[in-house]
């Protein structure tokens, strides 16, 4: 069977609610919808440690997995998570500033392999960091100005778990359900 990956979709975002040394908890999923694509970049940088006036060891230390994603449109609602901002259900403005910060999120999504079924991604902390949109004159075509979203996958703060990510391969479709939740620490029994 073959199992490169041809697609990418479902994703959703779970506001961090508790991210220290001893829990981890989330929230409620929040849909992205339209996914196009996403690239991911591991970032490492190098921390010497020197002893006799030499590098005695050369560590390498992970400073996160970059991330951009593009999707067509974006509903002003979901710019507060992507973003940072504030919107206004009143006045159905939203609004952004420089000292606005954005929040730390759980991310899920799927790509479809070849042979039909998924592999699942599940990141523990993102951060969104840039929304990026070129706009250009309509020129009677079919182009789009796409939105482009920056971040930063990290590892979670859990001394006892900090992971960055965890894959699964489904092989039913009863198996998506695993994109539905992310696991809080300690468990919580419901």
């Given at each position: 069977?073959?199992?490169?990956?041809?697609?990418?979709?479902?994703?959703?975002?779970?506001?961090?609610?508790?991210?220290?040394?001893?829990?981890?908890?989330?929230?409620?999923?929040?849909?992205?919808?339209?996914?196009?694509?996403?690239?991911?970049?591991?970032?490492?940088?190098?921390?010497?440690?020197?002893?006799?006036?030499?590098?005695?060891?050369?560590?390498?230390?992970?400073?996160?997995?970059?991330?951009?994603?593009?999707?067509?449109?974006?509903?002003?609602?979901?710019?507060?998570?992507?973003?940072?901002?504030?919107y206004d259900?009143?006045?159905?403005?939203?609004?952004?500033?420089?000292?606005?910060?954005?929040?730390?999120?759980?991310?899920?999504?799927?790509?479809?392999?070849?042979?039909?079924?998924?592999?699942?991604?599940r990141y523990?902390?993102?951060?969104?960091?840039?929304?990026?949109?070129?706009?250009?004159?309509?020129?009677?075509?079919?182009?789009i100005a796409?939105?482009?979203?920056?971040?930063?996958?990290?590892?979670?703060?859990?001394?006892?778990?900090?992971?960055?990510?965890?894959?699964?391969?489904?092989?039913?479709?009863?198996?998506?359900?695993?994109?539905?939740?992310?696991?809080?620490?300690?468990?919580?029994?419901?």
């Amino acid at each position: 069977m073959k199992k490169a990956l041809r697609g990418l979709s479902g994703i959703k975002v779970f506001e961090l609610l508790t991210n220290t040394e001893t829990a981890y908890q989330v929230g409620e999923a929040v849909n992205i919808p339209y996914a196009q694509s996403m690239t991911r970049d591991v970032q490492t940088s190098n921390d010497p440690i020197y002893a006799d006036d030499e590098i005695y060891d050369d560590e390498e230390v992970f400073d996160g997995e970059d991330f951009e994603l593009q999707i067509p449109e974006a509903d002003l609602t979901l710019y507060p998570t992507l973003e940072g901002g504030v919107y206004d259900a009143e006045t159905q403005e939203y609004s952004w500033g420089p000292d606005n910060q954005g929040k730390d999120y759980a991310m899920t999504f799927k790509a479809l392999k070849k042979d039909g079924t998924y592999r699942m991604f599940r990141y523990y902390r993102a951060k969104f960091k840039t929304i990026k949109q070129d706009l250009t004159t309509r020129d009677g075509g079919t182009q789009i100005a796409t939105l482009t979203i920056s971040g930063t996958f990290y590892k979670r703060a859990l001394l006892t778990d900090p992971k960055v990510r965890a894959l699964k391969d489904s092989a039913t479709s009863s198996d998506l359900t695993w994109l539905d939740t992310v696991p809080t620490m300690p468990v919580v029994e419901v």
